[in-house]
């Protein structure tokens, strides 16, 4: 949704850098809010998204970049 609305804005972009954060604890228990997932798209990227169709699903199929914290990682 994020991706459509600032396409849609006419704003002036060469690429959208999204960040998602989530409370971790460390081994001692403390929670800090912590970045776990960083999302990034070139305008060209986004450009060829036909949003009419576009399924949500494949947001981190279609970046330029991503990264996942290793607590969100796959093992």
Excluded: C, M
């Amino acid at each position: 949704a994020a991706l459509k609305a600032i396409n849609d804005s006419g704003y002036n972009y060469q690429k959208i850098l999204i960040k998602g954060y989530f409370l971790l604890s460390d081994k001692f228990g403390n929670s800090t809010d912590s970045e776990v997932v960083r999302l990034e798209y070139s305008k060209g990227t986004v450009e060829r998204i036909n949003w009419d169709s576009f399924l949500f699903d494949n947001v981190f199929d279609i970046t330029d970049t991503v990264w996942l914290h290793p607590s969100f990682q796959e093992q």
